[in-house]
Every structure is written in C-alpha cells, then in structure tokens.
C-alpha cells in the first residue's frame, strides 16, 4: 500500500476554525485514498495563496514524504501553491505528489495550472487592494 502525506491550506484563521474549505479539503483526500494507501501524517497551514510569506508546514510535509517515500497529497492544486516555481521545484526535487482534483495530471498539465493558478492569486490580490 502507499503511503500518503496530507497538506491542507486554508486562508484564514476563521476558515480553519469554522472548518470551511478544510473539512472538504480532508473529505477529498481521504475519499481518494480509501482503498490505495494510508496517511501517515497531516499539515495544516493557515495562510493565503497570495501572500508571499514562508509557509512552514508545507515544508515540514514535503520533508516527511521525502523521508517516508510517501507521496504528498493535497485535495486541489491551489492548496498546494499558486507559483510556477514551487511546482517546478517539487518536481526538481523529486519529490511525487497528488493533487485530488486532477490526480491524472503530468508535468506538464501541473505547470499549466500553476500557471493559471498564479494568475488567479495576482487577480485576487488586485482586486483586494482596490478594494481596500
């Protein structure tokens, strides 16, 4: 059986505590390893995907699969990161992972939607500040 490292990303405080976007994030992961594998850990990370801050569970996560050859699996793309270079950077350093809401992507279709996924974070955080 495989075995699976769980990262979830929510973008508030009150998101993680309500359990909006978390619960169906875990929901996705589990339902998509029922079956195929175990998790033997789960991050959690409360930080926004426009934010250009460290995240350090993330990379708690991808160490423990390195370690574990586990895979590292999140429910969307977008939880995962919205910047070309971190998914370029995970597949550089070898490290596998899943992402649930296209668990049959390659390469190449990760890149494009990091691409778009960026995009969509830039767009966001324009609309914030004129917003504000």
Known sequence: MKKYVAYYRVSTAMQAKSGLGLQAQKDTVV???????YIISEFIEIETGTRKKKRIEIYKAIELAKKERAILIVGK???LARDVEFTSALYNGGVEF?????????KLTIQLLSVIAE????????RIKETL
């Open 119 to 126: 995009h969509e974070a830039e767009i966001i955080s324009k």
């Open 77 to 79: 793309l977008d939880r």
């Open 31 to 37: 339902n998509y390893t029922g079956g195929k594998g």
């Open 98 to 106: 899943i992402c649930c809401d296209n668990p049959n992507a390659n």
